[in-house]
């Protein structure tokens, strides 16, 4: 068995046996402990305040979303409505956050830190400028006198993928909290948790958006920049990693509208591309390559721009089939994009399964909204947002609400 390298919350030759029993006989609190606000608070400001933070815009999201008038509107809507129970939070909580995406350890955490819980986090070994810099975040944080409250409830840790190690953590927590792909919390569900934990999971998910052509020809030139804006942070901030960033674009309108508007939005984009210069390695550009090649070897995309070169960034594919299994494995991410029209927006529903999460729109009623919402197939789409609000984090995930989830009820006796 490996050892784990703590990163906070326990000295370095610290027993795992230790560190747990520790965490283990920390009383759940009520959520939204004056204490803890008090530190979240704190983080906030120091996140937003730090000279580094111009190198992290998708770090900054996360400070802003933790300020202090953001946490008062998340208290008061879960504010008991009665007097019949109890909030409080279910004990040591384990997260096992994702390599791709820096910050979700951050929200996983502190919502659950929120909601009175204990926390373990393991963290990817994968280095990252960004996980270094909130850990030093944090550390200067705990640090201040805000931090003596919460600093023996928390240890962040980071160790290789071992089994035996996940699974002594997993028997003493009572929440366990998995962000990762299909195989990561297929294998992380085949080891036991106590009878009385429970446990949320956040597997793979594929996102899209949709855009009424129309729209995108009544633009102006400073709207349609703003679009493609909005668009490239809801892309390219994590390569295209996010579970919510979009993968398929959806042109909603005639044949002919929707060539125009494609025709009049990817200059756009690539105007965008030239300004923010996103990191575009060899590996992402050979993985462009090698999944157009894929798609069109099964028959399933072709080039949506003829004679443009290949692995051009961004790579454009258009779907020749239904969004199925295959077309959703073989999507590598990195500025690729698979393209579809369709004469109105309640006919994606058939393009979509309970794999998608985020459908980012641009230029829709409320009506066509829900007409397509009416039509979807189970459990597919989780939230429709504005492009641009595609990689903004909410307390309700993947349909969970995490307070709620994080938290428990304890009956009381009537006053």
């Given at each position: 068995?490996?050892?784990?390298?703590?990163?906070l919350?326990?000295?370095?030759?610290?027993?795992?046996?230790e560190?747990?029993?520790?965490?283990s006989?920390?009383?759940?609190w009520?959520?939204?402990d004056?204490?803890v606000l008090?530190?979240?608070?704190?983080?906030?400001?120091?996140l937003l305040?730090?000279p580094e933070?111009r190198?992290f815009?998708?770090l900054?999201?996360l400070?802003?979303?933790?300020?202090g008038?953001?946490l008062r509107?998340?208290a008061?809507r879960h504010?008991?409505?009665?007097?019949?129970?109890?909030l409080l939070?279910?004990g040591?909580a384990f997260?096992?956050?994702?390599?791709?995406?820096?910050?979700v350890?951050m929200?996983s955490?502190?919502l659950?830190?929120?909601?009175?819980?204990v926390?373990?986090?393991?963290?990817?070994?994968q280095?990252?400028?960004g996980?270094?810099f909130?850990v030093?975040m944090?550390?200067?944080t705990?640090d201040?006198d805000v931090?003596d409250?919460?600093?023996?409830?928390?240890v962040l840790?980071?160790?290789?993928?071992d089994e035996?190690l996940t699974?002594?953590i997993?028997q003493a927590?009572?929440?366990r909290?998995?962000?990762?792909?299909d195989?990561?919390v297929?294998a992380?569900r085949?080891?036991a948790l106590?009878?009385?934990a429970?446990?949320v999971?956040?597997?793979?998910r594929?996102?899209?958006?949709a855009?009424?052509a129309?729209?995108v020809?009544?633009?102006?030139?400073?709207?349609?920049?703003q679009?493609?804006?909005d668009f490239?942070?809801?892309?390219f901030w994590?390569a295209?990693q996010?579970?919510?960033?979009p993968r398929?674009?959806?042109?909603?309108g005639?044949?002919e509208?929707?060539?125009?508007?494609a025709?009049?939005?990817w200059?756009?984009?690539r105007q965008v591309?030239?300004r923010?210069?996103p990191?575009?390695?060899?590996?992402?550009?050979?993985?462009?390559?090698?999944a157009?090649?894929?798609f069109?070897?099964?028959g399933?995309?072709?080039?949506?721009?003829?004679?443009m070169p290949?692995?051009?960034?961004?790579?454009r594919?258009r779907l020749e089939?239904?969004?199925d299994?295959e077309?959703?494995a073989?999507?590598c991410?990195?500025g690729?994009?698979?393209?579809l029209?369709?004469?109105?927006?309640a006919?994606?529903?058939?393009h979509?399964?309970?794999?998608?999460?985020?459908?980012?729109?641009?230029?829709f009623?409320?009506?066509?909204?829900l007409?397509?919402?009416?039509?979807?197939?189970?459990?597919a789409l989780?939230?429709l947002?504005?492009i641009?609000?595609a990689?903004a984090?909410?307390p309700?995930?993947?349909?969970?609400d995490?307070?709620s989830?994080f938290s428990r009820?304890l009956l009381?006796p009537?006053?």
């Amino acid at each position: 068995m490996t050892r784990p390298r703590y990163l906070l919350g326990a000295a370095p030759d610290a027993r795992l046996e230790e560190v747990l029993q520790r965490l283990s006989v920390q009383p759940a609190w009520q959520p939204f402990d004056e204490r803890v606000l008090a530190f979240v608070r704190r983080f906030s400001q120091r996140l937003l305040t730090s000279p580094e933070i111009r190198r992290f815009p998708e770090l900054a999201a996360l400070g802003h979303w933790f300020r202090g008038a953001q946490l008062r509107d998340l208290a008061q809507r879960h504010a008991p409505q009665a007097g019949d129970h109890l909030l409080l939070g279910r004990g040591l909580a384990f997260h096992l956050a994702p390599s791709n995406v820096d910050s979700v350890f951050m929200y996983s955490w502190l919502l659950s830190l929120l909601a009175g819980n204990v926390n373990l986090v393991r963290v990817s070994q994968q280095p990252s400028e960004g996980q270094d810099f909130l850990v030093e975040m944090l550390r200067s944080t705990l640090d201040e006198d805000v931090g003596d409250a919460v600093r023996e409830r928390f240890v962040l840790l980071t160790y290789a993928h071992d089994e035996q190690l996940t699974r002594q953590i997993s028997q003493a927590c009572m929440l366990r909290v998995v962000w990762g792909g299909d195989a990561t919390v297929q294998a992380i569900r085949a080891i036991a948790l106590r009878p009385t934990a429970v446990e949320v999971c956040f597997p793979d998910r594929f996102s899209a958006c949709a855009i009424r052509a129309q729209a995108v020809l009544e633009a102006s030139d400073a709207a349609l920049d703003q679009l493609a804006a909005d668009f490239f942070n809801d892309a390219f901030w994590f390569a295209q990693q996010a579970c919510s960033s979009p993968r398929l674009v959806a042109w909603i309108g005639t044949d002919e509208a929707a060539e125009a508007a494609a025709a009049r939005f990817w200059p756009a984009l690539r105007q965008v591309l030239a300004r923010r210069q996103p990191q575009d390695s060899e590996a992402a550009c050979m993985a462009r390559l090698a999944a157009s090649f894929e798609f069109a070897a099964a028959g399933l995309a072709r080039p949506a721009e003829p004679g443009m070169p290949a692995a051009a960034l961004p790579t454009r594919l258009r779907l020749e089939s239904l969004l199925d299994a295959e077309a959703r494995a073989l999507h590598c991410g990195h500025g690729l994009f698979l393209e579809l029209q369709l004469p109105e927006l309640a006919a994606l529903a058939a393009h979509l399964s309970d794999k998608e999460q985020t459908l980012a729109v641009h230029g829709f009623s409320r009506e066509a909204l829900l007409e397509l919402v009416q039509v979807l197939p189970a459990r597919a789409l989780d939230r429709l947002c504005p492009i641009g609000q595609a990689l903004a984090f909410a307390p309700t995930w993947d349909g969970v609400d995490l307070i709620s989830a994080f938290s428990r009820k304890l009956l009381l006796p009537p006053p």
